[in-house]
């Protein structure tokens, strides 16, 4: 049965493994739970878990708020807020209530709030004129995690309130910002921006996608002792510690040969540099060998990369025999040698990377491209495929808008359709392999660089050289890439804008800090 004390058990991203939920998941587990216990139980606990931290934060913070404003709104979302205000009111802090909701209207569980709240002395603030007019940290209650079109009216207003008032000091928003699509992370008209989002039984996937991962702040989440009840197959959000476990393991006896060969094909005339940054990223993310076979005029060549004179140029033939894993696409072009090249690939009884050109070509329909996947899904050779969202639409034959709707579902359909590891790259990177899903939760707009994927690529490749499996090799290959954004060991911050030669060289730091972090935790 879900506890219903004040004891706190919040899960935060990257330090702890949760699962992921859709609201119909989240629903689902609701009612699950209401048979174990009755349902305002729940609520309560909510609410008072909620106050529990804020109130943990306010007696850390040195620069103490006039007032903490609490925004109830009309459904259960606002009967969390009433919850709040009064128990962090119980405590001595200076709260002022506002409620937008009719007294005699709402569920019997926000009705039962309300009477709590009641039940303590809290000064109240109009709702029908919303102003901010002291130095405030706000709790956002207006809206929960079930909606499905823009916010209007009087909570619009208050919303717009929230993110441009000079009094706002921090904002924590109940189980998500007031406003945001809880399935696709896109804001549906204005949003709470948040400084800490305070999520219960489960992360919701939207909190983790696109707009989503800037209007929620600080994320945690509260299972509210519930966890029991969640599909096991459910969307994962694996820990930094669960990928540093999956890192290929290195001994004093292995030699180049143990850490795999990886060939990178691709290349076109102009764009040679796609291929020679998947060789380098794959060097540097340690496979034992690298070589690139180039598709551009002999004359558009470049012999030898100085930068990394290790890395080996092969001829298309050389390269497949050299190789144990290929990674295809960077900067490959689509005329017709590139689609001769492909469906050769396709046919390779080796781990292949797929990515950009690869799978537009893929995307053409092309009847011999066609036949090459089939022999290739036939034989169960694995294979991994790493489309942004446009190329995800042009293979499923839909929509961009469509695809970031329903990443989840593009994500297994293109999976289900290549029998493939996919990555369906974006804010919230999803790995998805039939039932197996994890959303990666490193990274920011750094990646956001020409050249950015060509880098996850040899990434990738790197780590199925080095014998993970190919799903396991993709989703801690994004993990990894994320990592690039993250502040080093002796950086204060992380940078803010790279070029994509710089990730590879930030990749490599990252990697190599959290095999000693291993390594020295085994000893």
């Known amino acids: 049965m879900p506890d219903t004390d004040l004891h706190t058990a919040w899960l935060y991203p990257r330090e702890d493994h949760f699962p992921v939920l859709t609201v119909a998941q989240t629903r689902a587990a609701e009612e699950a739970a209401f048979k174990a216990v009755d349902s ?16 943990d934060d306010l007696r850390h913070c040195e620069l103490q708020p006039a007032q903490v404003l609490v925004l109830a709104g009309p ?84 919303i717009e309130l929230i993110n441009h008032s000079p009094n706002r000091r921090r904002v924590y928003s109940l ?49 509210l002792n519930c966890e029991r009840l969640i599909e096991p197959d459910a969307l994962q959000a694996p820990s930094d510690q669960q990928h540093t476990a999956r890192l290929p393991h290195r001994l004093h006896v292995h030699h180049k040969g143990n850490h795999g060969s990886v060939s990178v094909i691709g290349g076109c005339s102009g764009m040679v540099g796609a291929a020679l940054l998947a060789a380098r990223s794959a060097i540097l993310c340690g496979a034992g060998r690298v070589a690139y076979s180039l598709l551009a005029d002999q004359a558009d060549q470049p012999l030898i990369d100085f ?53 537009n070509l893929l995307a053409t329909d092309s009847a011999t491209l066609g036949d090459g996947m089939t022999h290739r899904i036939q034989a169960g050779w694995q294979t991994v495929l790493t489309p942004h969202p446009l190329e995800a639409a042009r293979l499923l034959n839909t929509s961009t808008e469509w695809v970031q709707h329903h ?7 293109l999976s289900e359709r290549f029998n493939a590891t996919v990555v369906l790259k974006g804010a919230g990177t999803l790995t ?66 790279a070029g994509a030669s710089v990730l590879i060289t930030r990749i490599n730091q990252q990697l190599n800090h959290f095999l000693h972090k291993r390594a020295r935790g085994n000893r």
């Open 175 to 223: 189980d998500s910002p007031s406003g945001l699509n809880c399935d696709t992370g896109l804001a549906m008209g204005p949003a709470v921006q948040a400084d800490v989002t305070l999520s219960y039984i489960a992360c919701k996937l939207g909190l983790l996608s696109s707009e989503g991962k800037d209007l929620c702040g600080t994320l945690m989440i509260e299972p």
């Open 40 to 55: 305002f139980e729940l609520m309560k606990a909510a609410g008072e878990r909620s106050a529990a931290r804020i109130l």
């Open 407 to 413: 990443r989840l579902s593009a994500a297994t359909a």
């Open 75 to 158: 459904g259960n979302n606002g009967g969390d807020a009433l919850i709040v205000a009064r128990t962090l009111a119980q405590t001595g802090v200076n709260v002022v209530l506002m409620d937008i909701a009719d007294p005699h209207t709402g569920s019997k569980d926000r009705q039962n709030a309300k009477k709590l709240a009641d039940s303590v002395p809290i000064p109240s603030v109009d709702a029908r004129h919303p102003v901010i007019d002291r130095d405030s940290w706000i709790v956002d209650g207006l809206l929960g995690i079930g909606i499905t079109r823009a916010a209007e009216g009087l909570i619009a207003r208050w």
């Open 432 to 497: 998805v392999y039939k039932a197996r899903s994890e959303i990666n939760l490193t990274g920011s707009s750094l990646l956001a660089t020409g050249g950015s994927g060509d880098v996850l690529t040899g990434c990738i490749a790197a780590l199925l050289a080095q014998g993970l499996s190919a799903f396991e090799a993709a989703s801690t290959g994004v993990w990894l890439h994320g990592l690039a954004a993250d502040p080093l060991p002796d950086e204060t911050h992380g940078p803010e804008v």
């Open 307 to 359: 930068q990394f004179p290790e890395l080996m140029n092969k001829s298309l033939e050389d390269a497949l025999t050299f190789s144990t894993v290929l990674a295809v696409g960077p900067g490959m072009g689509q005329s017709g040698l590139a689609e001769q090249v492909l469906n050769r690939m396709l046919r390779a009884n080796q781990p292949l990377v797929l990515d950009a050109d690869a799978l």
